[in-house]
């Protein structure tokens, strides 16, 4: 017997798989970034200056620290965004969710949404003096060159 494969489905539809995709995603993107951005922060400005790593060492923990924030509550995110019920349901059969486009439509509305959240999640960006962990480690450096020419100063002596 032949196999008939299932119809394509409509715009509206796409657009609703896509939407559904998305708003999960969003809240993601907008809890990865604002926790990456905070914990490399605080990173940044103990061990960074602690020890001398650089930012984007610190960033790297941040996003490891993210990455599991991420992990331990993506769930809380997603049955949240399933309890949505007032968001529309794409009216599409099982046979139909195989489809290249419907599958398409929800890998572009899995982007869409973090990207929106990752870029909402940038908001602790306003509240960070950049400028504040630059003067901490040059303070830091300054202290450590002080602390050498004293030990050496007194070698002299």
């Known amino acids: 017997p032949d196999i008939i494969p299932p119809q394509e489905p409509s715009r509206h539809d796409l657009r609703l798989v896509a939407l559904q995709q998305a ?3 969003v809240g993601f993107g907008i809890m990865d970034n604002a926790i990456l951005i905070l914990a490399g922060d605080a990173i940044d400005t103990s061990l960074g200056v602690l020890l001398g790593i650089s930012t984007m060492c610190a960033a790297a923990i941040g996003n490891i620290v993210s990455d599991v924030v991420g992990i331990m509550f993506g769930t809380v995110i997603e049955d949240y965004c399933a309890g949505l019920h007032s968001m529309p349901v794409p009216q599409i059969t099982a046979a139909q969710r195989q489809l ?7 890998q572009f509305g899995c982007a869409v949404g973090i990207v929106i959240g990752c870029l909402i999640g940038m908001f602790p960006l306003l509240l960070i003096d950049s400028n504040k962990i630059n003067r901490m480690k040059q303070e830091a450096r300054m202290d450590s060159i002080f602390q050498d020419v004293i030990t050496k100063a007194k070698d002299l002596i």
């Open 100 to 106: 290249r486009s419907v599958r398409f439509a929800s």
């Open 23 to 25: 708003i999960p995603f």
